[in-house]
């Protein structure tokens, strides 16, 4: 049966040092015949953190998922989830991890209620109690057969048991994926009450706003490779501020400054990008004397555009090595 959670780990963030590492990933590298889906991936999550893994189709994110869970074998390097090798001691990662696969596969004859204890017993842990404000809040009858569920409401049950676990740290794989927007809602305040407990979150989402509102940092990944990882404030700091100013007269010629790119002229008003210092810039378009000028950083969108889209750089499907 199912249990309530003990105490000593209701209360995570108290009971562990503040540094201590929930994973620690080193080298980590699977190939297959014709792609390496993961590129010696070296990565840290530090315990009760909630982290953002990002990346375009095929970047390697369900394989190093994968990984973490012991579910695949590595070709190189290695993956430990508080200090316990993710393949050696696979048994003793899986009591303390929530695994909430992309796609949920979960028994088809069985109702909801039955499914949710099934993977109470599998977990080793379930607050019930907790359990019981989830179904409510996440609107769920388990009375139906998970064959009749909707993908929404299935992707549901995977999530409650998850949630309702408790477990030292939740591994989601796009796990909103389905969901409507008042469920993602509900998603996103689930996830603040894990990280308020101390629990830590790897959660693996196309959704920025949703990795904007929960996560401390992201790490984006692209053809198997971390192209970044930082806190939304430092990856927005290493992209281009955008510029707009309006001219009594035609907009003065920006072209030659140092950092500036994308400059685009319609009539009186300029638009350009510029990386770095902006002095120069100001100073040019100072002298023009606008009668307006805004500036302001790239939107999620254009920041995940651009450390994405690289028309140079498929994902890593497209190679062959
Ligand atoms: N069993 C497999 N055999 C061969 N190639 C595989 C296998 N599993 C994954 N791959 C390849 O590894 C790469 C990474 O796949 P992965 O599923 O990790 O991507 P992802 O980042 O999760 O993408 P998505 O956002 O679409 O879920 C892809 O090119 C994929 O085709
Ligand atoms: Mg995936």
Not at 145 to 170: E, F, M, P, T, W
Not at 206 to 219: G, K, Q
Request: glycine share 8%.
């Amino acid at each position: 049966m199912a249990r309530f959670v003990p105490a000593e780990r209701a209360c995570g963030r108290a009971t562990r040092p503040e540094s201590s590492i929930a994973i620690r990933i080193r080298g980590l590298t699977k190939r297959y015949r014709r792609v390496t889906a993961l590129d010696s991936l070296d990565l840290d999550v530090r315990a009760g953190e909630v982290l953002g893994f990002l990346g375009p189709n095929g970047a390697g994110k369900t394989t190093t998922i994968r990984l973490l869970l012991g579910l695949i074998r590595p070709t190189a390097g290695t993956a430990e989830i508080f200090g316990l090798d993710a393949q050696a001691d696979k048994v003793a990662v899986h009591a303390r991890v929530a695994y909430v696969p992309g796609e949920a596969t979960l028994w088809p004859s069985l109702t909801g209620a039955e499914s949710l204890e099934l993977l109470a017993r599998l977990q080793g842990q379930a607050d019930l109690e907790y359990r019981n404000e989830l179904l409510r809040r996440f609107d769920l009858d388990t009375t139906i057969r998970i064959r009749a569920y909707s993908k929404g409401n299935r992707q549901k049950v995977n999530l409650i048991a998850a949630l309702a676990s408790r477990a030292d740290l939740l591994v989601l794989d796009e796990p909103t994926a389905g969901l409507d927007p008042v469920m993602e809602q509900a998603f996103r305040l689930s996830i603040r009450e894990a990280a308020e407990r101390g629990q830590t979150v790897f959660l693996s989402s196309h959704v920025l706003s949703e990795v904007e509102a929960l996560c401390d940092r992201v790490a984006i990944l692209r053809r198997g490779r971390l192209v970044e990882v930082g806190t939304l404030a430092q990856l927005r700091h290493l992209s281009a501020l955008t510029v707009e100013a309006t001219f009594p007269g035609p907009p003065p010629d920006v072209t030659g400054i140092a950092g500036v790119g994308a400059v685009a002229i319609a009539g009186r008003q300029l638009t350009c990008q510029v990386r770095g210092p902006v002095a120069d810039l100001l100073a040019a378009l100072a002298a023009a004397r606008p009668d307006t000028l805004l500036s302001r950083e790239p939107s999620l969108e254009e920041l995940f555009l651009a450390i994405y889209g690289d028309p140079q750089d498929g994902s890593a499907a497209d190679r062959d090595d």
